[in-house]
């Protein structure tokens, strides 16, 4: 499988639930990992069937032999990163993805990847492999678009700070509701006057 094909895979990603398969079933396959030959490619193969089939957990036992067999192969990383953001993990998903780029650092779509996993937690990593990317091919649309949409999130979350801050700052309203107008009736009109008609006829 090639690294573009699992790029468009791991940008594709929908959150997804194990499926809930009868014991024995899983058993089997689980066997069926451990009884494959001591091949990473067969294992990564049957990680990205798995998990196409939401079975995150037998998928993360193939990738995880496959990475005992070769901890230095990238496709594994890819793998890796694939299990860990579909169930949820995105930090360590993006540690292998890293792992990955550290692997093959000519590989620029993983880069553009890896910004845009990184664009709402740290943009100026985000920044650092859009730049990489874009001094090697001035052109490259992914990382053109990913700019972009860096800078539009910097500038919508600034506007949005300054918006905080203004109506933080703003003073409070004060009602002086002495002012009302109540019409032709006074709330109170009549409690007033026969506390005041009292106090005249005690003094």
Known sequence: ???QTQVSQLSDIAFKGEIDLAPEIRG???RLIDDLPSQP???RVLGHVLLDLGLNELALNAFGRALLLDDLD?????GLTRVYIQTGQRDIGLEHLELAISLRPDARELRVLAADLLGCRDKMRALDQLGKVLAAEPDHSGARKGLANL?????????QAKREIVIRDRPETVVDHSQFVWGDAEPFAD???SRV???RYVS
């Open 151 to 159: 800078v539009r999130n910097v500038i919508v979350g600034r506007l």
């Open 197 to 199: 008609g009292r106090a």
């Open 1 to 3: 499988m090639s690294s």
């Open 41 to 43: 490619s067969r294992l």
């Open 28 to 30: 089997r396959l689980r």
């Open 191 to 193: 409690l007033v006057k």
């Open 74 to 78: 990238p496709s594994t990383h890819l």
